[in-house]
């Protein structure tokens, strides 16, 4: 049997905001990531970075858009896209252990534009569906917050005792 929480109203999306989220990807949308995108960093694994893209786009921006049409058809895409590798980078000039690197994440470049259209989209609904009690992991509030209102509540029932 599942279980049920009876008395809890959670949020919903409206229909516009569902739509919103639903709608094919538009070309204009995937520009706007890609302006925004520092195009200078290391390439994934697919052997291209950003600027490489933002160089050619006129020439791969219609494969591109087929690319985001066919992920948002069939909610899939090839295996490779989504390959990251994570690279250890040393700090110093003879590293010795595992402290003495950096790792950072090679993701290819049509994952990190997809990712980013998907973040910007849902970034103009997440007020709607996230509780004013949640702290952590949500712009202009702080895990912080949660122990000075437990504080607050304590107090306060200590005194009403």
Not at 113 to 119: F, N, R, S
């Amino acid at each position: 049997m599942r279980p049920r929480m009876t008395g809890v109203c959670f949020k919903k999306l409206t229909e516009a905001e569902s739509c919103l989220l639903e709608k094919d990807f538009n070309l204009e949308e995937v520009r706007l990531v890609l302006s925004k995108c520092e195009g200078n960093k290391a390439p994934g694994p697919d052997g291209f970075n950003l600027n490489f893209v933002k160089a050619h786009w006129r020439d791969i921006q219609e494969d591109f858009m087929n690319f985001m049409k066919e992920f948002h058809n069939d909610w899939s895409m090839v295996k490779d896209v989504n390959r990251t590798h994570v690279v250890l980078i040393p700090k110093v000039g003879r590293p010795e252990t595992i402290k003495d690197f950096r790792p950072i994440s090679l993701v290819s470049s049509m994952y990190k534009i997809l990712a980013k259209v998907l973040a910007n989209r849902l970034r103009k609904v997440m007020d709607a569906i996230i509780g004013e009690s949640q702290m952590a992991f949500v712009k202009n509030r702080q895990i912080s917050d949660s122990f000075v209102i437990a504080e607050e509540i304590i107090r306060k029932w200590k005194n009403d005792k």
